[in-house]
């Protein structure tokens, strides 16, 4: 991941100007580029969806490509590209090979989920039992058991 509050991008090729870019991190380390433009040495004006790993880029071949714009969105199940496929039709493509990261989306790890439930366990039953709720019940219940066992 980097650091850097801005990082400078240069995608081979001719990406069109007049057209939003999304990018997104992978997990893996990869980042995903969506645009609309030219690839390198192509001469179709496509949605794009370029990889930029380990230093080296990289095009997916993007299904029932037209030449419309495309936006990208980041889900808890993965990286999706909507656009138009003809004047009549929009896909929203699964865009393969995007790992989503622990928290993107929205979600928590589950160790996340644990991590906050144990932190807050201790307010929750000094609370309940202030309140005599059901944990002070179910003690109170066990001690006077307890209690009758040991008056037998």
């Known amino acids: 991941m980097s650091d850097k509050p801005v990082q400078t991008l240069h995608i081979p090729g001719n990406p069109y100007e007049g057209a939003p870019v999304f990018s997104a991190r992978s997990a893996d380390g990869a980042i995903y580029v969506i645009y609309a433009g030219v690839q390198p040495g192509g001469s179709v004006f496509l ?3 370029a990889v930029l790993r380990n230093g080296k880029w ?16 980041l889900e808890h199940d993965g990286l999706y590209m909507t656009y138009a496929s003809s ?11 995007f790992v989503v990261p622990p928290s993107a989306g929205g979600g928590l790890t589950e160790q996340q989920v ?10 929750a039953v000094y609370a309940d039992l202030s309140a ?13 058991e307890a209690l009758k066992e040991q008056q037998q």
């Open 47 to 49: 949605q794009q969806c």
């Open 58 to 73: 990289s095009w997916l071949k993007v299904p029932q490509a037209w030449h419309a714009r495309p936006s990208m969105t």
């Open 87 to 97: 004047e009549t039709s929009t896909v929203r493509w699964r865009v393969p090979g």
């Open 114 to 123: 644990r991590d906050i439930a144990w932190a807050l366990v201790p307010d």
């Open 132 to 144: 005599k709720g059901g944990i002070y019940g179910m003690i109170r219940a066990i001690v006077d």
